[in-house]
């Protein structure tokens, strides 16, 4: 049965704007909602945002700034170095409100490219939407113009 059958499913390979891309590895519904990009299924929603870096400010400064913006309260905090890329992950033991759809435990991803940056929050319900999470986070890439 489908649970939103007036929204879009969505599944492997999903062009974003700015020539982003992520890799779905289940079927997602998809939404736009509040100038974010919604994809969820039952145990896992991501709201997705893109910041183009219109001003050229260098990747460390991005990050460095996206650091000082970042909860205080988070854990478990990873940043990766590849492929031209970096990508920050951490992650949040509840919501602090902000997204309507939220609650729970929560994942932050960050993927910094000299062009902008992909801003992900996650937010799961059980171990194996956590992995999944990490795993769709990770498959985000930029694509060639």
């Known amino acids: 049965m489908d649970l939103a059958p007036d929204f879009p499913t969505v599944t492997g390979v999903l062009a974003m704007p700015s020539h982003w891309t992520l890799t779905l590895p289940a079927p997602f519904k998809r939404r736009i909602e509040e ?51 970096l990508r920050l992950t951490y992650e949040l033991a509840d919501d602090d409100g902000d997204e309507p759809d939220a609650g729970g435990p929560s994942i932050s991803g960050h993927v910094i490219s000299g062009a902008g940056y992909v801003q992900v929050a996650a937010y799961y319900d059980t171990p194996a939407a956590r992995a999944q999470a990490y795993e769709v986070i990770h498959s985000i890439h930029e694509s060639t113009p």
């Open 35 to 85: 100038g974010s990009l919604v994809l969820w299924t039952p145990e896992l929603t991501f709201w997705i945002d893109i910041w183009n870096n219109d001003a050229k400010v260098p990747a460390d400064a991005q990050l460095a700034r996206i650091l000082k913006e970042a909860n205080p309260d988070r854990s478990d905090e990873r940043l990766e170095r590849a492929g031209g890329l």
